[in-house]
């Protein structure tokens, strides 16, 4: 192997020992082809940490070995290769190519922008603070792009989706911390949600746990000097009067034939009652003070030409009915009507003292049930104020909200009292519809009264 390219004398000389004999030729070397190397630089983009390098040789003689340095301390080997910088700068990349005779250098620089600062957030969305269940969603920038999402529940538990769903299992604050990556850089951030027990269910209606049918007994004592007062004043124990609004106009409630069922236990004295206030015409009679009214319309001065035109509507009718006893039956449509609890609360209770102070004896009746959420919460709130307004002025309630929410479908058809095959007439000592339930116990307290303070 020549170390240069030249003209040689190549001599070659042959012994037997004695003799020898010599022969030139001439050969000459020629230069070899000069060593040259060259790379491309790819990258994806400015900011990209990583880029590719593919070098090219030529010349010489033909078996290259590439090695490379990267300008950051980092060096590698291979044609065809890629790198990762950790940090944006401008570094200059040098190739090597040797081909076992000759080397080679070539350098270039090459610019790594300063990325964008990777960040992240995320949203919660809860529909109701007592919701247990939360949507996260997450949303990622700068960096390298490329990112992985790692979530902390702050229970415990995490998840690696870049929108989860999650279901604590107890109320609490929380923190949710997000954290998001490039693969060599990361954000994190972190907020919290409130997770809150739901309220305790409501207490059950105040009217759930009076008796339908009041002690009249127990009443006596208060109801007997109302009672004798209004008789010695000349009003009938053997007639009632009605007010109230579209529940009392009900052309099924005590405005009809009664059929009582012969094996009621009370048959007889209920029959009773019914024929002693026939005999006034009670059950048939059309009172002035029903309809769609409210409780303020009865306490309202009365407009009816069968008025004074100085007494209220109230007055009016237990005037006209002239019996010891005004059944009432409002609060329906004040309940419609959204009437604040006080307001109500006042009025009834002038209802009850305008009977008594005419010595009628007022029987009071809780407003039955509804099918509208808003307006059964409203009769809920205004049945308490009836029940405690009774045992206050020591009168007669009749729970009809009772009866009838403990029938099958709250003992109503729509918002009306449902009413029995054989008529809202029958009269059983365990009804199964509305109406019936109704007439029945309302029958049953008139018989309370009639045979507890009546005389004969």
Not at 117 to 140: C, E, V, Y
Not at 201 to 220: C, F, H, K, R, T
Not at 391 to 408: F, G, H, K, S, Y
């Amino acid at each position: 192997t020549y170390s240069s390219a030249n003209t040689y004398t190549i001599t070659l000389t042959i012994s037997d020992g004695i003799n020898n004999f010599s022969v030139s030729k001439q050969v000459t070397i020629s230069a070899l082809p000069q060593l040259i190397a060259d790379f491309t630089i790819t990258q994806s983009s400015p900011t990209s940490l990583t880029i590719g390098l593919d070098a090219t040789a030529s010349g010489g003689t033909g078996t290259y070995t590439f090695t490379w340095n990267f300008g950051d301390g980092n060096s590698g080997s291979g044609q065809n290769i890629s790198h990762t910088y950790a940090v944006a700068a401008t570094y200059t990349i040098t190739l090597t190519v040797s081909d076992g005779v000759n080397i080679v250098s070539n350098g270039k620089q090459v610019v790594i922008d300063s990325l964008t600062p990777i960040t992240g957030d995320f949203t919660i969305t809860q529909f109701n603070p007592t919701d247990f269940t939360i949507n996260l969603n997450a949303t990622a920038s700068g960096g390298l792009g490329g990112y992985t999402y790692t979530w902390d529940f702050g229970d415990g538990t995490g998840s690696v989706d870049q929108n989860p769903t999650h279901t604590y299992t107890t109320a609490g604050v929380y923190t949710i911390t997000l954290t998001v990556s490039d693969g060599i850089n990361s954000f994190s951030v972190s907020k919290a949600v409130n997770i809150q027990a739901p309220p305790p269910p409501p207490p059950p209606p105040y009217a759930s746990s009076i008796p339908v049918i009041d002690n009249i007994g127990e009443l006596s004592p208060d109801l007997s000097p109302v009672y004798n007062n209004g008789v010695n004043n000349g009003l009938s124990s053997s007639a009632f009067a009605i007010a109230g609004d579209q529940t009392a106009a009900d052309s099924n409630f005590l405005r009809t034939i009664f059929n009582l069922d012969p094996g009621m236990s009370d048959a007889a004295s209920i029959q009773a009652t019914i024929d002693r206030f026939n005999t006034t015409g009670s059950f048939t009679r059309s009172s002035v003070a029903v309809g769609t009214l409210t409780a303020q319309d009865l306490l309202n001065t009365a407009t009816n030409p069968a008025c004074n035109g100085v007494e209220t509507l109230l007055q009016c009718e237990m005037r006209l009915a002239n019996g010891s006893i005004v059944i009432v039956s409002i609060g329906y449509q004040d309940a419609i009507n959204g009437l604040d609890n006080g307001t109500f609360q006042i009025q009834i209770n002038q209802i009850v003292q305008q009977a008594l102070s005419r010595n009628v004896i007022p029987v009071l009746m809780t407003i039955q049930p509804s099918t509208n959420p808003t307006v059964n919460d409203k009769i809920n709130a205004f049945n308490e104020i009836i029940i405690t307004t009774a045992e206050t002025a020591r009168v007669p309630v009749i729970n009809t909200w009772r009866a009838m929410d403990e029938l099958p479908n709250r003992g109503l058809t729509g918002e009306t009292p449902s009413v029995d095959p054989n008529g809202a007439g029958y009269l059983s000592n365990s009804p199964t519809a509305g109406a019936n339930a109704r007439n029945y116990y309302t029958l049953l307290t008139l018989t309370e009264i009639v045979n507890t303070l009546f005389t004969p």
